[in-house]
């Protein structure tokens, strides 16, 4: 079984500045992998980052990074000079290597302020 | 490429009325997904498609059925449907050849509203 919390419902921050999105997780599985969605308002899903749990370095991915602790199953995700388009919902999600079924938080809205 | 699509984009129906939501991917994805999002609450299994000719329950199938029609097409039916099942619908698709590691690639989803 997995389970994903995400404790922010809600997160503002400056433009160009820094902001960090919290996500925990939970899974029986060994092998398993992590995941951030943006889904702007205009509802598409569109993947921000991912993490292979085996993997001891931290993904980046431009502006995005993130910080994993897999002893403390976290996976926070961190946009560093923050645009305006990065407003979104933010969805943090595992999988593990043997199924096929994503498990997703609740999300974080993510607000930038001009 | 289009990548995944998916018709309607909105539909209004009354209890009782059946649909079938319609998702296409262009990018020979072995897999296919459907979810359902509804508000406060993150994406929802509800069927997939592993490879084409196999269809397997998510976490939440209980009224609706699933026809994998050919490699590029998923669609999902509502035979009957409820007030409950008021919620935006995503489609998403994957390579399918390894699993977990797999990005999934969502459609832009489809809002339904059941009166």
């Known amino acids: 079984a997995q389970t994903v919390t995400q404790s922010q419902p809600e997160m503002s921050v400056q433009e160009a500045e820094t902001v960090t999105l919290s996500c925990t997780y939970d899974?029986?599985?060994?092998?398993?992998?992590l995941f951030w969605y943006k889904q702007p308002p205009s509802r598409q899903m569109i993947l921000v980052i991912r993490q292979e749990a085996y993997k001891q370095q931290n993904a980046t991915e431009n502006r995005f990074s993130v910080n994993f602790q897999k002893a403390a199953k976290s996976f926070s995700l961190k946009i560093s000079d923050s645009q305006l388009g990065d407003a979104a919902m933010y969805f943090c999600a595992t999988r593990g290597g043997s199924n096929y079924k994503l498990t997703f938080g609740k999300g974080t809205l993510l607000t930038v302020n001009p | 490429n289009a990548g995944v699509t998916q018709t309607p984009k909105f539909q209004v129906l009354k209890t009782g009325q059946s649909m079938t939501l319609q998702c296409a991917q262009d990018?020979?994805?072995?897999?296919m997904y459907w979810y359902r999002q509804d508000p406060g609450m993150g994406l929802r299994l509800i069927y997939y498609?592993?490879?084409?000719?196999?269809?397997d329950k998510g976490e939440v199938p209980n009224g609706y059925n699933v026809s994998r029609l050919n490699k590029r097409e998923f669609s999902l039916r509502l035979e009957s449907a409820a007030p409950s099942q008021t919620s935006v619908y995503f489609c998403?698709?994957?390579?399918?050849?390894?699993?977990?590691?797999?990005?999934?690639?969502f459609g832009p989803g489809t809002r339904l509203l059941v009166l």
């Open positions: 498609s592993a490879s084409e000719g196999t269809t």
């Open positions: 990018m020979n994805h072995n897999s």
């Open positions: 998403a698709s994957s390579e399918g050849l390894a699993g977990g590691q797999e990005t999934q690639y």
């Open positions: 899974t029986s599985e060994s092998d398993y992998y």
